[in-house]
């Protein structure tokens, strides 16, 4: 039952159920606990939703050669990069003095219909006062700092993916 032992497939796999848990997980806090996401919580989202589905294609293509497997691994790794990144952000946002927090902005959907998408994701990834609200922790972690771990734990795993040598099964 070791998991660095399964296929690459099992392996993709797993990591696909992980990001799903996790979505699944924000959603329920969302709707049932009524924590409402910031923008960046937004942008985590559609990080860990990137990153699901590219350990979903991986697992479901499952290519024999190496060359696809550090492919899907690289594409996964990039996409929780990114999401470790804006994370990341969130977290230093969330950690400042109360005095340099930046003032709350508007709603990510007021300025998708007034703003271009650059800079829609310009104004939301310098993040604002309502990113750096802490609602909900657990072990001590808010939300941002759990989404943080994940995401470095999945870029990880990816990296693994990616650059782990396989040894060759006699016939």
């Not at 606990?33 to 860990?48: H, K, N, S």
Request: hydrophobic share 50%; glycine share 10%; with cysteine.
């Amino acid at each position: 039952m070791n998991p660095f032992r399964w296929t690459f497939r099992a392996q993709c796999l797993l990591a696909f159920l992980v990001c799903a848990g996790l979505l699944a997980f924000a959603v329920y806090m969302q709707l049932k606990v009524g924590l409402v996401p910031c923008p960046l919580c937004i942008f985590q989202r559609i990080a860990f939703t990137a990153t699901g589905i590219v350990f979903l294609v991986a697992g479901l293509h499952a290519p024999r050669g190496p060359t696809g497997r550090r492919i899907y691994g690289a594409l996964a790794l990039v996409a929780a990069g990114v999401g470790a990144g804006i994370a990341g952000r969130h977290v230093w946002l969330q950690h400042l003095p109360p005095d340099q927090v930046p003032s709350c902005g508007p709603g990510l959907d007021y300025m998708r219909e007034l703003m271009p998408l650059s800079s829609v994701i310009r104004k939301v990834l310098t993040g604002s006062g309502e990113c750096a609200r802490v609602d909900w922790t657990l072990f001590g972690l808010s939300m941002a700092e759990w989404g943080l771990v994940w995401f470095v734990l999945l870029a990880l795993w990816a990296a693994w993916l990616t650059f782990r040598r396989r040894r060759r099964r006699s016939m």
